[in-house]
C-alpha cells in the first residue's frame, strides 16, 4: 500500500464549515489533489483553504462562492459537508452530480432516504445513474451505528431485539445544531414547539432502517418520539457561547422502535446534549435472543471519526455502481493507510 | 427472507463432538437438509444424530464412520468440528473436496494458514480450485477478533498501534483443550514442557495475520511467546473432572506481536483459563491512532458464537470463489434470519 493511497483523486471540499476543514488535512495526509473549494462565508471566500484550515501552508486552493465554475473544472468526487436533509441538499448534490462528479457526504438523511425523502432520493438516483457517477453518505454512523452492529450480527444465531444507545456532545458541532435542538430554551417552549411544529427524524431513523434493510429484513411499523433533557445545575454551552439554566434544555433523546415483518424488534436512543467536563461519546449496542450479544465504544469520538470515515470511504464511493447508494448497498468502510 | 434460509442445502455434519452437535441444532433450524454424519466415538456411532444431538426427534441421519460411503453419496457442503491443526485436519478437508463437497469448518489455523502451514495449505488450495469448491473457517475470531476490529479500523485515519485481549474458558470445550494448554500441571512441568517441544500457535497468531491482510499491510516480523496462568486457589476444572491445586497451571496466556514494513504495530494477548464463578467470555480492541479508539463485547459467549457464525458462513462459503479462502477474503459474515 503506498504511502499516499489517494494519489491521483481529485477532490472538491464543498462546504468549509468545522468538518469540511477537517476533512481537507486527512485528503492532504492520504495524498489527495484537492482541485477546488466551496464556500458561502464572506469571511472565507478568497482565502486559501490551507490558511482557513490552520494548516502550515497554503494550497493555491482559493476558497470561492461560484459554484459553477468550481465544478465545470471538474473533479473525481467532492467532498460534501454543507448542512442536513435532503430537501436543503438536493441542490447542491444535483449540481455535483450533473457536473459528473461523484459526492461523499454527512448529510445523514442519504444514509437510507427512500421513507423520508422518497421523491428527492429518487429523482438523485436517476440523476446519478445518467451522469455514471454515485452519491453516497457517510459519518460516524457508518461504522458505530451500521457496521459494527451488522458485523456483530454475524455471530447471532437468532434476534429477537435489538437495542442501541449513543450519546454525542452538542458543543462539538456549531451553533446550527444547538439551534436546531432547541438547546437553552425551557422545556415549556420544546414540548411547544414539538407539538406544533413536528421533529424531523434525523440520522437515527435512517440509520436503523439501514441497518435492517442491510440484514434482509423488512419494515412493518416505524415509530418515533423525541423528549428534551434539562439541566441539574447551571452549564456552559459553548457552541452557543451562553450559559444554561437549571431547568432549562442542554438535549434531546430521539428514539425510534422499528417492528419487522419476521419478528425482530429494533430500538435506538440517541442523545445530543452539552457535556459535562470528563463525559465522551459513548455508544452500546445489545442483542436479546440466541444468543445475547453486546458491543461498546467508550470514546467514539464521533466529530473526529465522521470525517475520518467519510475520508476512508472515497474509493468505495468512486468505485461503486452509479447512483445513490445508501449505507445498506455498502460493504464496511476500510482502513485507508498513508 | 424465508424462515428457512438454508432450505435446500444440502449439509454433511462432519465430526459429533460437543460443537458438531450445537452445529445440528442450528442447522436444522434454519433449514437445512442433513444428508450425513460421520463421527469416530464407538459411543455415537450407527445412533441417529438427533437422538445424540439432544433433540426431540430422530432425523433419520445414522452417524456413520465410513467417510467414503457418506461423502460418495454427495452434499452441497460439510460443517467439519474435528481437530486443530491443518497436519491433522489436512486428510480430512481433503476427502471432503475431492468429492466435490465444500467445507466450512472451525479448524482455527485455515484462518490464515499460509505462513504457519503453507504447504499444506496451498496443496488444499489446489485441490478445492481443480474440484470447484471452496474451503474456509470460521469461529467466534471470525466476528469478534476479525471483523469488527476491521470495521471499527473504519473510522481510524492512522494506526500507530492495535492491541487486542481475550479470554475464554476451558472448562466450554473437552478435555482435549484442557490437555492441549496443560491445565492441571505445575508451573515447572509446564515452562519445561514449552522448552523442549514448543508451543505451536494457535488461532491468535493466524487471526491477526488475516486482520492485517485484510487491511493491505505487509507483515515485517512475528514474535510470539506463551505463559502459564497458576491458580490462586483451589478450583475445579470441569472439563478434565479433577480439583486443581494452588500453584497450579490453570490457563495459559498466548501473545502474538507483529511490526508491519508500513509501520503500525499490532498484538493480540489470548488467555484461555479455567473461569472462577461468574467469568465471562471478554473481547477489548484499542487503537492507538488518529484518533484512539476502543471497542469491548462483555460476553462473547465463545463457545455458542463459534457454532452460530459458522453456520450463518454456509451461503458464503458456498458462493465464494473456487479455492481455499482465508477470512481476509471473505467480507464479514451476515446474519440469517429464520
Known sequence: MTNAPYSGIRVIVYGVGAMGLIATRLLLDKGAEIVGAIGRSPSKVGRDLG???GLDRFLGVPVENDLEAVLSRGADIAVVCVSSYLSTMHKHFAACLEHGINVVTIEE?????????????????ALAKANKVTL?????????WLNLVTTLLGASHRIVRLSGQCRWNVD??????AGHLLIGRSKEDFDKYVASSGWPEFVARQTLEALIARIGLEVAS???????VTSEEPIHCQSLGTDIATGFVIGTVDRTFITTREGPRFEFAMEGRVYRAGEADNNLWQVKGEPDLELRCDDANYR????STLINRIPDVIAAPPGLRSLDMLAPASYRHH
Not at 416505524?222 to 428534551?228: F, Q, R, Y
Request: net charge negative; hydrophobic share 40%; charged share 15%.
Open 51 to 53: 490558511d482557513i484550515a
Open 109 to 125: 438523511e442519504t444514509v437510507f432516504p427512500w421513507t423520508t425523502a422518497a421523491d428527492q432520493a429518487q429523482s438523485l438516483d
Open 136 to 144: 453516497a453518505a457517510s459519518g460516524a454512523q457508518d461504522v458505530f
Open 172 to 177: 462539538d458541532y456549531g451553533p446550527e445544531v
Open 222 to 228: 416505524i415509530t418515533s418520539n423525541v423528549s428534551a
Open 304 to 307: 473526529f471519526t465522521t470525517c
